[in-house]
């Protein structure tokens, strides 16, 4: 077990310990807080799209730029020194 989930395990550990009412106010805490708030919705994202396919970063530059010529997308990106559109 690795220290970062030694120590996850260590705070779940004592969080279910608290009575249901402290629980329920360092969740409030926690969610009233713009950083962690953010962070608990990119981990909720990143786990319900976990096992979707992933993408070629390749064919993913190129079906954008084909997207962008066809006036689909309008940004213009650089990457590497080079233009793309």
């Given amino acids: 077990?690795?220290?970062?989930?030694?120590t996850?395990?260590?705070?779940?550990?004592?969080?279910?310990?608290?009575?249901?009412k402290t629980r329920e106010?360092?969740?409030?805490?926690m969610l009233s807080d713009k950083e962690i708030f953010e962070d608990l919705i990119?981990?909720?994202?990143i786990?319900?799209?976990?096992?979707e396919p992933s993408r070629n970063l390749d064919e993913y530059l190129a079906n954008r730029r084909k997207?962008?010529?066809n006036g689909?997308?309008?940004?213009?990106?650089k990457?590497?020194?080079e233009r793309i559109r």
Wanted: hydrophobic share 40%; with cysteine.
């Fill in 67 to 69: 997207k962008a010529n």
């Fill in 42 to 45: 990119d981990t909720v994202i």
């Fill in 72 to 77: 689909v997308y309008c940004q213009v990106k």
């Fill in 47 to 51: 786990e319900q799209r976990r096992k």
């Fill in 8 to 20: 996850s395990e260590v705070f779940l550990t004592a969080f279910r310990a608290l009575p249901k």
């Fill in 79 to 81: 990457v590497s020194g």
């Fill in 1 to 6: 077990m690795t220290t970062v989930e030694a």
């Fill in 25 to 29: 106010a360092v969740v409030e805490k």
